[in-house]
């Protein structure tokens, strides 16, 4: 049974930081990708960025690129999301995902075998 475990979340205030970290357990081999999630009240899911677990590749969506940064730690199973220059709009309840293949549709919400709980995070103005 993989379990995914997101931490690091809270409130900051507007161009602050945080870095979100998601261990993953229950696994033997490595995953094909991992992605980061976001969903706003009353908005819909959407994708914050993902990389891929053998090669490091990274997406992200137009909205963080420049501002937030997706690493892994294949040792441990950790993936982390750092946010840098946060916007009250970065408001949102962050998701960790997990996927078994990494081909295709990193952004893709369905594509994802594997989620986390998530964790809230505030930014203030």
């Known amino acids: 049974q993989v379990q995914l475990v997101e931490s690091g979340g809270g409130l900051v205030q507007a161009g602050g930081s945080l870095r979100l970290s998601c261990s993953a357990s229950?696994?033997?081999?490595?995953?094909?990708?991992m992605g980061w999630f976001r969903q706003a009240p009353g908005k819909e899911r959407e994708s914050v960025g993902a990389?891929?677990?053998?090669?490091?590749?990274?997406y992200y969506a137009d909205s963080v690129k420049g501002r937030f940064t997706i690493s892994r730690d294949t040792a441990k199973n950790v993936v982390f999301l750092q946010m840098n220059s946060l916007k009250p709009e970065d408001t949102a309840v962050y998701y960790c995902?997990?996927?078994?293949?990494?081909?295709?549709?990193?952004?893709?919400?369905?594509?994802?075998?594997?989620w986390g709980q998530g964790t809230q995070v505030t930014v203030s103005t």
């Open positions: 990389i891929t677990w053998i090669f490091g590749s990274t």
């Open positions: 229950g696994r033997a081999f490595s995953f094909g990708a």
């Open positions: 995902a997990a996927r078994n293949t990494a081909a295709g549709g990193l952004g893709t919400a369905g594509r994802y075998d594997y």
